[in-house]
């Protein structure tokens, strides 16, 4: 069965430095890969999802993830935070058409001005 | 582009009552979701509908959860009768198909459920 890990419950970042969200994931066969963030009373917003192809993909609000195979990771990235990143952000994974998409238990970033 | 749309997007129902839930998904979208995320936690899939046909439905909870997907857009989701434990929040989601592959999906806001 697939899953996912966020080990990190929360990550706390000063404005303006890189931030790193970590996932890693276990599947039987080729992951699909997804981020979403989530902002108070609102609902998830999909930001990158790696599918094939380069390593790295870019998404949304400057944010990047890359996709490491031999580690079975796909960590979130940004080279400068700012203050409105602070959300609960989920890691998901699919396999196929017909599989579930099934999500992290999120980290919340928190970015310090 | 209109996104999911769901409604109501709160309620609070005693325990032993039943309450239902609305989804409209993204229009051509085939692939429909309702995922249940307890606070704090990740969502978790409770029905996964390709058009109008459940491809995935092992972790919805049948006793008292039911689901139906009319002509394939439209989604319902009820409880009944709920107990204290499904106070969560309640996702719905829509994705396309290209090719052999799912989009990413796309949520609604969600319907906050309390049970007292």
């Known amino acids: 069965a697939q899953s996912v890990a966020q080990p990190e419950d929360q990550v706390n970042v000063a404005e303006g430095n890189p931030l790193t969200v970590k996932c890693t994931y276990s599947?039987?066969?080729?992951?699909?890969l997804f981020w979403y963030v989530q902002y108070p009373n609102r609902g998830l917003q999909f930001l990158l999802k790696?599918?094939?192809?380069?390593?790295l993909v870019k998404g949304s609000y400057g944010f990047e993830a890359e996709f490491n195979k031999s580690q079975t990771s796909f960590h979130l990235k940004k080279p400068s935070a700012l203050v409105s990143d602070s959300a609960l952000y989920f890691c998901?994974?699919?396999?196929?058409?017909?599989?579930?998409?099934?999500f992290g238990k999120g980290t919340r970033l928190h970015i310090l001005p | 582009e209109a996104g999911v749309a769901q409604s109501p997007r709160y309620k609070i129902i005693e325990k032993r009552q039943s309450v239902a839930f609305w989804c409209n998904p993204i229009?051509?979208?085939?692939?429909l979701y309702w995922y249940q995320q307890i606070l704090g936690q990740g969502p978790k899939l409770l029905i996964q509908f390709q058009n109008n046909g459940v491809v995935d439905d092992s972790q919805l909870p049948k006793d008292r959860f039911s689901a139906e997907r009319l002509k394939g857009v439209d989604s319902t989701l009820k409880i009944q009768p709920a107990k204290l434990e499904d106070s969560a929040v309640y996702l719905c989601?829509?994705?396309?198909?290209?090719?052999?592959?799912?989009?990413?999906?796309?949520f609604g806001q969600g319907t906050r459920l309390t049970v007292v």
């Open positions: 229009s051509g979208h085939a692939t």
């Open positions: 790696y599918i094939t192809g380069d390593n």
């Open positions: 998901a994974v699919t396999v196929n058409r017909d599989d579930k998409i099934i």
């Open positions: 599947v039987s066969g080729n992951p699909y």
């Open positions: 989601a829509s994705s396309s198909l290209t090719g052999a592959l799912n989009t990413e999906a796309f």
